[in-house]
């Protein structure tokens, strides 16, 4: 049962359980960072001055843990930058992570063969490499960007967390927890540090979980209905997040509303929760429709719409879920059939937007292996 209603712009809100190896696919109801000069000046507004350079020193790989992307700011200081828009030919599957032109400079001047295979990345994030739609080089934007500041493991030859047991203890006091300078300094910094022990052992794939603020915001909203009726909080899992953005970005490309891609495809469905080897799937949704294309097309509180809808908010609460992913805001035409659209004026606009949040109770991924 699809549960409608009216939000700014207008939206319809849906929520779905799947359990999966179903024969027919039931759907039913209810289910600290500083920010530097170089992360929030815009292209156009910055001053004239030198293309920053990449130091190989200690003190000035430090100095990329200040920096700050866009996405980690306030939306409304950039709405765009949060929405990912499925016509566009560079990355249409996430946001893009913007830190300035000094991080830039960094990725320029590394050798990333040193620390990264794209096979292994896939094989090791596969949920994040089906999102990606196994675009070696868009996978390759998103280690550089997301993946070492989570501490993700990028080939077999570098873990950042054996580097970290093995390097000189300036290293840890000089970088601390901004897994992102490990790498650029072993890079850098061949001639002294490829004696390093980097690989071996029983290493994580992955340390830390990088959000956008609109997901940390709808994490934390989350948890905070299920405290206020004593539900043990949910764990944020960013391979499960890659499978919310993946139901967003299919529905948006592909011209489904709400449910309706689960009720058709369930054999793909199927594999998509395979990859995380999940029995068991519930997600919230919200499309809306837009006419006039610069508007502002993203609902910052999904979770408030959520709230206020008793099947969502039952998904929320639900005692049995215990992780957590929710997607970015994806937008683009509307290729929904006119056969499928019915009298739901959502439906009926030239355009489209939706958000996935997920909830399952089990997984194996390398956040939660």
């Known amino acids: 049962m699809n549960k409608i209603m009216s939000v700014f712009p207008i939206s319809v809100l849906s929520a779905a359980i799947l359990l999966a190896d179903c024969g027919t696919m039931p759907v039913q109801a209810a289910v600290g960072k500083a920010v530097s000069a170089a992360s929030t000046a815009k292209p156009g507004n910055r001053p004239a001055s030198k293309t920053p350079t990449a130091s190989r020193t200690v003190d000035a790989i ?9 996405v980690e700011g306030a939306y409304y200081k ?4 949060f929405e990912v828009d499925v016509e566009n030919g560079h990355n249409p599957y996430d946001v893009e992570w913007d830190y300035g032109e000094l991080y830039d400079a960094y990725i320029e001047k590394a050798d990333w063969s040193l620390v990264f ?7 090791s994030f596969p949920a994040l490499a089906f999102l990606y739609h196994y675009d070696e080089e868009l996978l390759l934007e998103h280690f550089q960007t997301v993946g070492i500041h989570e501490g993700r493991q990028g080939n077999k030859a570098f873990n950042v967390a054996a580097y970290r047991e093995n390097c000189k203890k300036n290293l840890l006091d000089a ?13 850098l910094n061949q001639n002294s540090q490829k004696s390093v022990k980097t690989a071996g052992g029983s290493y994580p794939l992955q340390l830390g979980v990088k959000m956008t603020s609109m997901q940390a915001k ?6 905070e209905y299920r405290a206020e009726v004593g ?13 919310a953005c993946y139901r967003a970005w299919v529905d948006i490309s592909e011209g489904y509303g ?20 999940m029995n068991l799937l519930g997600e919230n949704t919200v499309d809306s429709g837009v ?16 709230r206020y809808s008793p099947e969502h908010y039952e998904a929320m609460v639900n005692p049995k879920y215990k992780y957590f992913g929710c997607s970015h805001t994806y937008f683009g035409n509307n290729r929904i059939p006119k056969s499928r659209r019915g009298d739901k004026s959502v439906y009926n606009k030239s355009m489209m937007t939706t958000e996935f949040d997920l909830f399952t109770d089990a997984l194996s991924t390398p956040m939660h292996p």
Request: glycine share 6%; charged share 25%.
């Open 62 to 70: 430090a100095r990329l843990g200040e920096l700050q992307a866009g």
């Open 78 to 81: 950039g709405w765009e930058a």
């Open 117 to 123: 295979d794209a096979d292994f990345y896939m094989e």
């Open 175 to 187: 970088f601390g927890d901004h897994y992102e300078c490990y790498y650029f300094y072993w890079m």
């Open 218 to 223: 709808e994490f934390e909203k989350v948890n």
């Open 231 to 243: 539900i043990e909080p949910l764990e944020f899992d960013p391979e499960l997040a890659a499978v």
């Open 258 to 277: 709400a449910h309706d891609w689960l009720k058709k495809n369930g054999e793909r469905a199927d594999s998509l929760m395979s990859l995380l080897h």
């Open 291 to 306: 006419e006039n294309p610069k508007q502002p097309r993203i609902l910052n509180s999904y979770y408030i719409n959520y």
